[in-house]
């Protein structure tokens, strides 16, 4: 056999290891057709109009959060803690990489990397409403980031924020400023507040994987362009990494959108 065979082979055993380790992630936090069928369930429920005669304002806010913790749990690797009291506020979801999820990755020799989070704990907000939010509740929750130090957090709502994935309008507008703001300050700490919608919950009951849609938001807040762009349209392809993230932002300029805004 020759030399050049024998790189071949050898290229294809080293893919064939790493795509071994890949499986062995996806096969912890792809679902089954039965936790398709149970979330399908609550999102027909979230999906209900709200009838203020026969529900509750927290009836109709506990439906969006039933969902959010079915999520979170089949995300194997996360455990979540809801409504966490603090001295002056009250936090909706206290999200925490678990025992469960660190042994795992240890025991399997998966790469943390695998895990679209950097930190081992992120914070949700859960809004229930009809119609998108508005820059006072992004700021809210922002507020609350930095008062906790955490710099990955999700709001879960029905049709997301006004603004859009291109502008720096409005309340998306403020999730892109935001990160810039706090990524030009001393410490640089890279910063997301990513929105989830219905739209998004219709993707995970189609198979597309909650680390699957962090990713390709994150990349949507890098890049100004809609996320849809960044999501696989064949999951199970071996492709490599085709996409670099360059991302360089004037603190000045950061600093005078800063005092703009906020």
């Known amino acids: 056999m020759n ?8 290229r294809e055993y080293l893919d064939q290891i790493v795509q071994n380790d890949l ?16 979330f399908k369930v609550l999102l027909e429920n979230l999906k209900q109009p709200y009838d203020k005669t026969v529900e509750t304002t927290k009836s109709k806010g506990d439906r969006l959060e039933e969902l959010v913790e079915f999520i979170i749990k089949k995300s194997y690797f996360f455990e979540i803690f809801k409504n966490v009291k603090t001295e002056t506020n009250e936090i909706d979801e206290v999200i925490v990489l678990s025992d469960r999820g660190k042994q795992a ?11 679209p989070i950097d930190e081992d704990i992120f914070l949700g907000e859960c809004k229930n409403f009809s119609s998108t939010l508005g820059v006072t509740y992004v700021g809210k929750f922002y507020s609350l980031m930095v008062v906790t130090g955490i710099s990955f957090g999700i709001i879960f709502t029905q049709k997301g924020l006004t ?17 810039m703001v706090e990524k030009s ?3 640089g700490k890279d910063f997301y507040i990513l929105t989830f919608t219905l739209e998004d919950y219709e993707k995970m009951l189609q198979g597309i994987t909650f680390f699957e849609i962090i990713k390709a938001k994150k990349l949507e807040l890098q890049m100004a362009s809609d996320y849809i762009h960044f999501i696989k349209e064949n999951r199970h392809d071996a492709e490599a990494e085709v996409m670099k993230i360059m991302e360089c932002v004037p603190n000045k300029i ?8 906020l």
């Open 23 to 38: 499986d062995k992630f996806e096969g912890f936090i792809k679902w089954t057709e039965n936790d398709k069928k149970q």
């Open 185 to 187: 300050k001393k410490d």
């Open 3 to 10: 030399k050049k065979m024998d790189n071949f082979n050898l």
């Open 163 to 179: 603004g859009d994935s291109e502008g720096y309008k409005d309340a998306y507008g403020l999730t892109k400023v935001l990160r």
């Open 254 to 261: 950061s600093a005078c959108m800063a005092g703009k805004i």
């Open 105 to 115: 990755m240890k025991s399997f020799q998966l790469s943390r990397e695998l895990i």
